[in-house]
DNA sequence: GCATGATTTAAACATGCGTTTAATCTAATT
DNA sequence: AATTAGATTAAACGCATGTTTAAATCATGC
């Protein structure tokens, strides 16, 4: 007996395939609907608009991802001694929890993410910033913490080029993951990328 | 005596000005068009398209730092040690030299790359590749020899999150100065956020 | 000073988008 | 079975885009 989708999830399945495959600007709501086998209009009825169906993908992920990531701030924050590293491994932790909501769901999240950073949406924009806002923070003292070191401006430049380079990936990400399979000849996900990067990202903040 | 300035220049430098400031897809010929004080139809006349307008604005920066940056890559490679920093900074010389063509060059040339690799352009990214990819061929190289350490897959890796860094700093870079010159009272450009960047991604690339 | 080819112009074209409308269908309630 | 509120549908709307057309204008060589 395999129970009916309603339509409003139907077309939250087909935009989020679409949104993390092509972007959200490139993605037309005829695209959407016709991939979820919907009317055009039903999306206008269900969420009221384009922006509003994008905010609805993002929040699937976000409420289950921003719990988790700011749980584990915080037993980071008990630790004695504060390691970049440790700090950037723990995002690993919300992002497998993602599996509950997708199989698929770390890689979807972030390329989506990725998207709603690298594509001027205002709105969106405002959207995550209001969502993310206070977790930010509190990673962002804890970086500074852990790196005494480094002036405020060079924090913050870092902190910027850390999400150029994470947002890049992922956006850029199906791509090059072909690229490294064909010449690795070795599966990659997201997951992978993010093995990668972190030990990146830590050496370029730590850096003198 | 003000020289005559050719329709296609002033097309030009309306569409540079413009593309840096706003991305390819988000400005329009109408809008460039009007800048220019030209009228709409003269872009196709004398560029065929707008592909073919994005290209020309590219070309003028490419044909002059890209020679400059294939013979800084050549001196590198006579140095006896090739050291990972030392490599980035050479990519200031070409830079620099961007200000013969325009005051702000550097500033718009280092967007508008930023721009050609951020949004999803199938043609320029083909084109810059053609353009460039033998340079950056020899840039792998001279890095490879620079890092014996670092595996094939590491090496790949880390050179896109290199560029997804230094990309989205330029792309998000009108914002991102203004917050830091409010921030810090201090003016900022181009030229600075390269010198905060090449510590950060010359840190993370030798990273073990 | 005219003829000719290059350029500029205003207007229209074709297409795709998000959104809205109004009619129709569905399913639960009385 | 009739009513009614919710859901779905096909069609159109309004707008913006890149491109094309064909006429008008300009500049150049004879």
């Known amino acids: 007996m395999t129970a009916r989708i309603s339509t409003q999830k139907k077309i939250l399945n087909a935009a989020e395939t679409l949104f993390s495959r092509d972007g959200f600007e490139q993605t037309s709501l005829r695209q959407i609907t016709q991939e979820a086998g919907v009317n055009l209009a ?48 723990r995002f690993k932790i919300p992002l497998a929890k993602l599996t509950e909501v997708n199989k698929h769901g770390p890689d979807i999240f972030l390329r989506l993410l990725g998207f709603a950073y690298s594509e001027i949406q205002g709105h969106l924009r405002k959207y995550t910033q209001q969502e993310f806002g206070g977790v930010l923070q509190h990673l962002l003292a804890l970086l500074k913490r852990a790196n005494p070191h480094l002036s405020e401006q060079q924090m913050f430049w870092r902190l910027h080029f850390i999400l150029g380079a994470a947002v890049f990936a992922q956006v850029s990400g199906q791509a090059l993951i072909e690229i490294a399979q064909a010449e690795f000849n070795q599966k990659v996900n997201a997951q992978d990328v993010i093995d990668h990067l972190i030990p990146f990202v830590s050496g370029g903040l730590e850096e003198a």
């Open 42 to 89: 039903s999306v206008n009825y269900h969420f009221g608009s384009k922006k509003a169906l994008i905010q609805a993908v993002m929040a699937r992920y976000l409420v289950v991802f921003m719990p988790v990531l700011e749980e584990q701030l915080q037993l980071a924050e008990q630790q004695s001694e504060l390691k970049t590293e440790e700090l950037f491994k």
